[in-house]
């Protein structure tokens, strides 16, 4: 591929590249210094790469890196229309025993759960910069939100609740299923108890 055919698609296309990618259209890694060179690209983080004119999109550049990091409780939440607060930290999920010391000065909220459920309830969402990030779906944020309700803004957490509750009364069988799958049946009914 030549440089100039390498700049028009990259004025087209979206605005965050890894290596693979790029090599997969036809670049090669002389073509990628080159366009790093001159500006056309930044390199920002190892095999990652970006427009000048992008603005990071963190979640995702997050998930590129990290792919066990699922967008998890308070972040999710957001992302769900579960709640109005952005959240100062992004609050991800990964698997118990996963090295989280390349994972520090991240500006994120690690909570952890068993290797088998990490993929468990994952919904695909578009970030605001339309790129595609694994997001928890409902179901399982509520889980999530009741399991570590001790470290969660309760005025978020009870207000999201007592809104899923209200709006998806036929799911609340979803929801048990997720808690008898995640074991915290008895913490989700008395949860629910108290809030409804």
Not at 41 to 65: A, F, N, V, W
Request: aromatic share 8%; glycine share 4%; hydrophobic share 35%.
């Amino acid at each position: 591929m030549k440089k100039k055919d390498a700049i028009l698609f990259m004025n087209k296309e979206k605005t965050i590249y890894t290596r693979p990618e790029l090599l997969n259209l036809g670049m090669s890694d002389t073509l990628i210094r080159t366009l790093i060179h001159e500006n056309i690209i930044q390199r920002i983080q190892p095999g990652i790469y970006t427009t000048q004119k992008s603005e990071t999109d963190t979640e995702y550049m997050l998930q590129l890196q990290y792919s066990k990091c699922i967008i998890s409780h308070e972040s999710a939440l957001y992302h769900l229309g579960y709640s109005e607060r952005i959240p100062e930290k992004i609050s991800v999920t990964v698997p118990r025993h996963f090295g989280t010391s390349r994972l520090k000065n991240k500006n994120l909220r690690i909570r952890y759960c068993k290797p088998e459920l990490i993929f468990y309830g994952i919904s695909e969402m578009n970030t605001i910069y339309g790129n595609t990030i694994s997001v928890y779906n409902l179901e399982r944020t509520i889980c999530d939100i009741i399991l570590h309700y001790q470290s969660i803004d309760i005025e978020i957490a009870n207000k999201a609740i007592r809104k899923y509750c209200t709006e998806n009364k036929k799911k609340l069988s979803t929801l048990m299923f997720y808690a008898k799958k995640m074991g915290i049946t008895d913490k989700v009914q008395s949860r629910l108890e108290v809030l409804i």
